[in-house]
């Protein structure tokens, strides 16, 4: 799916919980808490340097459960 194109000049407003989501179709990304902005840059600044401890948090958690989910059940 490539939603990043521009050819026709529109954007897409996304608003997700879902960070995996939000890495594969977001060229820009906004981190909010509790109504107001935290963070905001490129989807590489905010996935590979988030500089709000609320947004290193969120990403942490998102690991965590990716990890988990893919754990082998014993």
Same mark, same amino acid.
């Given at each position: 799916m490539k =939603? @990043?194109?521009?050819k026709r000049g529109m954007a897409l407003l996304l608003v997700a919980h879902d960070l995996a989501?939000?890495?594969q179709l977001c060229?820009? +990304? +906004? +981190?909010? $808490?509790?109504?107001r902005v935290v963070e905001r840059g490129s989807r590489d600044e905010i996935f590979r340097s988030p @500089? /709000?401890?609320?947004? @290193?948090t969120? =990403? /942490?958690a998102a690991l $965590?459960?990716?990890?988990?989910q893919t754990e082998p059940k014993t």
């Open positions: =939603l @990043r194109s521009n989501v939000v890495e060229d820009e +990304v +906004v +981190v909010m $808490k509790d109504g @500089r /709000a401890e609320y947004t @290193r969120l =990403l /942490a $965590k459960y990716c990890q988990e």
